[in-house]
């Protein structure tokens, strides 16, 4: 199975990294409010510290989140993905 970050467990992360996990893949997900991991800890994933926690050794990264500054901070921001995720991500 696939080792993957999800960033973003709002009304459609949430529901996405959940089936994954209970598909069977490895899913470490962030959100800034940590309340937010709870559905995919109790699906089996991880709850994430950080954005650079949940990309740590993962294969494949989701983002999911509202709007484009937020996409480009999850990216391009201090300890974003770009700063953050392992080559071939």
Do not use: C, Q, W, Y
């Amino acid at each position: 199975m696939t080792t993957i970050a999800f960033i973003g467990l709002g009304i459609m992360g949430s529901p996405m990294a959940v089936h994954l996990a209970e598909a069977g893949h490895t899913v470490a997900g962030f959100n800034r409010t940590p309340e937010r991991a709870k559905p995919l800890v109790d699906a089996g994933g991880r709850a994430a510290e950080s954005i650079a926690d949940a990309v740590a050794g993962a294969e494949v990264i989701a983002v999911m989140v509202p709007d484009s500054p937020d996409v480009e901070a999850v990216l391009a921001g201090e300890g974003g993905v770009f700063d953050s995720a392992p080559a071939g991500a």
